[in-house]
């Protein structure tokens, strides 16, 4: 292999006779340099944003929800499994909470909203306060129950934490007769008024109703007991630490992580990262097609030292080798210039925000998080991608043994 190399490299840094085949190889490197370092960059913003939407939906959610194993939605949580959480001390707290989609009612506005019920260890341990851009992040206001609001269902709705009109919440009552001539009559109806507008995201924005957990088991006749979730938050979130937690407690109860908590949005950030390292990996091959033309070019010039070669005992499958190196070394060599371009074009993205975000965000800039394995994938990617190019431009080019 290492006569091949040898020839291969000086085929490739040697002045050619014929300048095309300079310009097609030049050009091969540059597609495979662009090729690279745009899949860098993609998958580097792609992260940025991901960890951003795992950021909000994180001070949103706990690191770890207490959940029914048997699946029911509602439950009486094991008193003597919540003193042990509470006495562990990984655990910095724990907050009781009741969720289900109510029908909202707004000045002469209606909506259906996910109202959720927490209770007053949700706003001292609490983590939205960074998401609150307009009144107090408050649940009582002396006797007076509160309610937190995402942003697009307070924009749907019209609501204001400055304006006089209650929120009124209703709920079927499942104990009452159904009222075909006043419906209203057959369901519990709870009023607050707006404390604060938030903003996590668009999906949680959109229905996301935070209301005092009193209020929210009034509404829904529960028993003073009944939660749909037990939200812990630890000293350490940390991946490591929160799965030992889970480890240690599996026998006992159900434990839910950040994944775990929204399987199908995870599933799909996954998915959408992966077509979009295939679509621009796509456009890498198509673009190292221009080393197809270059070998060949390259193999026409040389006849003569192909028959020199052969001349002094040189086989066919040694020759092969030698314009299968060359074009491979092309591709590496666009590979090595696009890594370095593109993770220090991220690397500045991520620490100076050079290019900036259009409209009003609350970041001003792209996000952008560079990660190893994404480096490594796209080396081993756009390497193999050059490897099989060039294996298929000298097959069946040169005779055989």
Known sequence: MRLPLFIARRYLFARKSHNVINVISAISAAGMAIGTAALILILSVYNGFDSLIKQNLGDLDPD????????????????????????????????????????LCYSDKQSIARAKGVDENYEEHGRLASHVYEGTL??????????????????????????????????PDRNAAISISNPTSSARCEKLFPAALMSISSDTDAELLIVPLHTMRNLLGSSGEEVSGVELRLTDNSRRAVKRFKKDYA???TLLDSVEQHPTLYRMMKYEKAAVFFILLFVVIIVAFNIFGSLSMLIIEKKE????????????????????????????????????????????????????????FLI??????????????????????GLVIALLSTRNRIGTD
């Open 305 to 360: 030292d192909i028959a020199t070669l052969k001349a002094m005992g040189a086989r066919d499958s040694m020759i092969r080798r030698i314009f299968m190196l060359e074009g491979w070394l092309i591709s590496l060599l666009g590979l090595a210039v696009g890594l370095v371009v593109g993770v220090a074009l991220a690397l500045l993205q991520q620490h100076l925000g050079i290019v900036k975000m259009p409209g009003n």
């Open 364 to 385: 001003t800039a792209y996000p952008v998080v560079v990660k190893a394995g994404d480096i490594i994938l796209t080396a081993a990617g756009v390497a193999l991608t």
């Open 251 to 253: 026998s006992r109860c």
């Open 64 to 103: 770890l929800m207490w959940v029914d194993g048997g699946g029911a939605a509602k439950f009486v949580p094991d008193s003597s499994l919540a003193d042990a959480f509470a006495a562990d001390p990984r655990v910095a707290s724990v907050c009781y909470t009741l969720e289900d989609n109510v029908f």
């Open 138 to 171: 408050q649940l009582h206001k002396g006797d007076v129950p509160m309610a937190i609001v995402g942003s697009a269902l307070a924009h749907k709705m019209g609501i204001h934490p400055r304006f006089i009109d209650p929120l009124l919440l209703y709920y």
